[in-house]
């Protein structure tokens, strides 16, 4: 991917920013982002650089000369030579897009202050790039912690759901619906201790009315709401529904809707639209019980009062 080339550009000779010195081990990568390990120089605390690419590569130049960039901080007005008004049109809103975008995942994750969710340490931003420095996990993302021990025992599950549901259930009173709940989007440290991460996809829903229903239909779908792969309306409900899909996994190492290698997209969307699953034998009446009512249509779905007390949870 051409980020990864222009980011080892700017940082081959120079890799301090601000208080933090960017490593060159990759830890995964976006649309338009790479994510970074980085340390202190201060105090060799090891965090997480997310470091999004600012500039927007048009059909008239390569993100690996020197010709420039598109910034969606600073669009051209003016047309460069070879390079049609409409086309050039296109890639400016394409740049202020990705301008608004990484402003509102800023904005999000400054409101949400809570134990289970990522602390964001500092924002830098230079012409080309904005660095985000946010804590980083020792243990790693959920659905990779499963893959290399296995399912959990009950009681470490609900252990950890419960941080899980704390935390989405925080953003839903802070009017943020995160609308990509997966277990990749939670981390653990050593303490076994839950962070939500990634609010890439997530909504602020404060000024909208109670009646507006969200229309935006992004997501995993093996973890998605029926009324999300049928692409209608939906609220801040669709996060309860992933969070249950999540303690399935945490319980069985398997989805209820679908097998990871064979189901197709389409076989997904009926098992959803059905809602019909089978149970593991090992599933205890009480976590059926909950499960059943996160894992439903809307109108059945149990909201965070409901979840949180729970006979599973509190036992």
């Not at 499963?146 to 470490?156: L, Y």
């Not at 309306?233 to 990871?260: K, T």
């Not at 059905?274 to 599933?283: C, D, T």
Request: proline share 5%; net charge negative.
């Amino acid at each position: 991917m051409y980020q990864r080339r222009l980011l080892s550009k700017r940082l081959g000779d120079d890799p301090f920013v601000g208080d933090y010195k960017i490593l060159e081990q990759e830890i995964g990568e976006g649309s338009n982002s790479v994510v970074r390990l980085a340390e202190n120089v201060d105090t060799g605390a090891r965090v997480v650089a997310k470091i999004l690419i600012k500039k927007v590569p048009t059909p008239n130049n390569s993100p690996f000369g020197n010709s420039p960039s598109y910034s969606p901080m600073s669009t051209p007005s003016g047309s460069p030579m070879g390079i049609s008004p409409a086309v050039i049109a296109n890639y400016q809103s394409l740049a202020q897009k990705m301008k608004d975008e990484t402003l509102r995942e800023i904005h999000i994750m400054n409101k949400l202050r809570h134990v289970n969710i990522i602390n964001t340490l500092q924002v830098l931003e230079e012409s080309s790039y904005l660095f985000l420095f946010m804590e980083l996990s020792s243990e790693g993302d959920l659905y990779s912690y499963i893959q290399r021990h296995g399912a959990f025992e009950e009681s470490r599950a609900r252990h950890l759901f419960k941080q899980m549901a704390q935390a989405v259930s925080f953003c839903h009173q802070a009017k943020v619906c995160h609308h990509d709940i997966k277990l990749e989007n939670f981390i653990l440290d050593s303490s076994d201790n839950i962070k939500l991460i990634d609010f890439g996809y997530a909504i602020d829903f404060t000024t909208k009315p109670d009646s507006e229903k969200f229309h935006i239909f992004n997501g995993s779908p093996a973890y998605s709401a029926p009324e999300i792969l049928e692409r209608k309306g939906h609220d801040e409900s669709v996060d309860i529904f992933s969070v249950g899909i999540c303690l399935y996994y945490m319980m069985s190492a398997e989805y209820p809707f679908c097998d990871e290698i064979r189901t197709t997209y389409e076989q997904l969307v009926r098992n959803v639209r059905s809602l019909h699953f089978v149970w593991p034998e090992h599933f205890s009446p009480l976590l059926r019980d909950l499960l059943s009512h996160m894992i439903s249509k809307p109108s059945h779905r149990y909201q965070w009062h409901h979840i949180l007390s729970h006979p599973w949870l509190t036992q």
